[in-house]
């Protein structure tokens, strides 16, 4: 790894952790006045990966299209976890957690199934009575 390939990637962790930090921060805020913020609950891992980023990205789309504001962990902290490692990957997971926390609802699409990780996600805000809505039709 190049210097420049190695200062990049510390920028991109570093912008992903404001964001984080952001996120959380104004969760305590009042949410009244704001827009809604949706977690984007969808597959990640499984036989076609490049699919089912497409389609977070898309899922994403959609929402920020009907006026909210998407959080898909997924997304982000692929960038810079390792998804095939156990312990990156349960880091991700965990902080996708927090920020679940801090959502209005969460948007589940169930199209190709529920994985382990939407599994996880779906108990978790039920635990949290976060409200949970499912798209079929994406």
Same mark, same amino acid.
């Given at each position: ?8 990637? +510390? ?17 305590? &805020?009042? $949410?009244?006045? #704001? %827009?809604?913020? &949706? ?5 990640? #891992?499984?036989?076609? %990966?490049? $699919? ?5 990205? #898309?899922?994403?789309? !959609?929402? &920020? /299209? ?7 962990? !997924? ?11 156990? $312990?990156?990957?349960? /880091? ?8 679940? %926390? ?19 996600? +779906?108990?978790?805000?039920?635990? !949290? $009575?976060? %409200? ?5 039709? /994406?």
């Amino acid at each position: 790894m190049t210097n420049l390939e190695y200062a990049l990637a +510390i920028i991109t962790i570093l912008v992903s952790l404001v964001f984080v930090v952001n996120f959380l921060v104004c969760g305590v &805020v009042s $949410r009244i006045g #704001r %827009k809604r913020v &949706v977690f984007i609950c969808s597959p990640y #891992r499984g036989v076609n %990966k490049e $699919r089912n980023v497409e389609n977070a990205k #898309r899922y994403c789309r !959609h929402a &920020v /299209m009907s006026g909210k504001i998407p959080i898909c962990p !997924h997304l982000y902290f692929t960038r810079f976890l390792d998804d095939g490692i156990a $312990r990156e990957r349960t /880091m991700g997971i965990r902080i996708g957690l927090e920020c679940l %926390k801090n959502c209005d609802e969460m948007w589940v699409f169930p199209n190709n199934g529920i994985s382990e990780g939407m599994q996880a996600e +779906i108990d978790f805000a039920k635990k !949290h $009575r976060i %409200k949970t809505v499912y798209i079929y039709t /994406m």
